[in-house]
């Protein structure tokens, strides 16, 4: 239906909202988890194909942009925290753990075992994701008239047994890689990293079909959907508004570092944007690719915004915490 009616990422956000309404309504739905690892492998490669050699030459000017997306999480902690806690009436650690526009499963595990809320902060997160994928699609989509339903496009015909042979070979040391060094979302960056590599190294110039990249997509958005089973309509209903709220705060702040972003960098509006909107990483690269912005970018910051926040959000939790005592 999402195809039928050129709606923005119809193979992701058709099979999200259609779980996501079953869910709501009470529907058995089962996510396809144990398909998950190898659907984002396939969607990791894919982005790391993008990453060619002409990337390397742009990383000085990178710099001064991974600062000001520091500065923007700082920002956004400020902003949205408070938000959380004064508009949901969440207790503190709750309201950080649902603030931080960090990645979904690490802000829930590491937000239980700090005294949060589980069930407030997956809601939090998880309308954050969708919210931020739909919102930026729309924008991109209705507002900038770019074409962002055609990411299939980008796949290519059935490659040849050699690439065939380097895109296993990512997709599978890849995720074997990112699991022993452990890297967040394991399954997804090791094989990015491990593509980009080849693709950097003029190894490979193939990308995965675009029938699997389609399928990916559906399994992908059929996961994120049915993540809220066993959710109220009552509550989802509140949760939505604070969540809508959050989002709308963060995209706000994120368009405004974009803007900065633009005139230090000369980086266009939409790719900084898209580097700093917090949706999924996945989700976010593949907006990216649809657009034809610089997906290595993209993902970069994607990265490192989720790295730091693993990191600086449980140590300045800590701080807060010993300062109130």
């Known amino acids: 239906m999402f195809w039928l009616l050129a709606l923005p990422l119809p193979w992701m956000l058709g099979a999200l909202f259609a779980n996501m309404a079953a869910a709501i309504a009470g529907a058995p739905v089962r996510a396809p988890n144990r398909l998950r690892p190898a659907t984002v492998a396939v969607i990791g490669v894919l982005l790391g194909s993008r990453f060619t050699p002409e990337v390397l030459s742009q990383a000085g000017a990178w710099t001064v942009s991974l600062a ?3 500065a923007y999480l700082v920002t956004v902690g400020l902003v949205v925290v408070p938000f959380y806690r004064l508009a949901g009436r969440f207790d503190w650690t709750t309201a950080y753990f649902a603030g931080m526009p960090g990645g979904l499963a690490e802000m829930i595990e590491i937000g239980e075992a700090r005294g949060a809320r589980t069930e407030q902060v997956i809601l939090a997160h998880g309308l954050r994701i969708v919210a931020t994928i739909a919102l930026t699609a729309f924008w991109f989509r209705v507002v900038q008239g770019a074409q962002v339903g055609t ?3 980008v796949g290519a015909g059935l490659p040849g047994l050699a690439d065939a042979a380097a895109l296993l070979t990512a997709a599978i040391a890849g995720s074997w890689l990112g699991t022993r060094l452990r890297f967040p979302a394991p399954a997804f960056l090791g094989p990015l990293a491990v593509s980009a590599i080849l693709h950097m190294s003029g190894l490979s110039g193939a990308s995965p079909p675009a029938i699997l990249v ?7 958005g059929t ?6 089973v066993g959710i109220r309509p009552a509550t989802l209903f509140h949760a939505g508004l604070l969540g809508l709220g959050a989002t709308v705060l963060t995209l706000i702040l994120a368009f405004a570092f974009a803007l900065v972003m633009q005139r230090l960098v000369g980086i266009d509006i939409e790719q900084a944007l898209l580097a700093l909107a917090p949706g999924g990483l996945t989700e976010m690269g593949l907006i990216a690719l649809a657009i034809h912005a610089d997906v290595a970018f993209v993902a970069l910051h994607h990265v490192v915004r989720i790295l730091v926040i693993i990191v600086a959000a449980p140590a300045v939790h800590h701080l807060l915490t010993r300062r109130r005592r």
């Open 68 to 70: 000001l997306m520091l």
């Open 151 to 153: 990411v299939a496009a």
């Open 214 to 220: 389609n399928v990916a997509q559906i399994i992908l």
């Open 223 to 228: 996961v994120l959907g049915a993540r809220f």
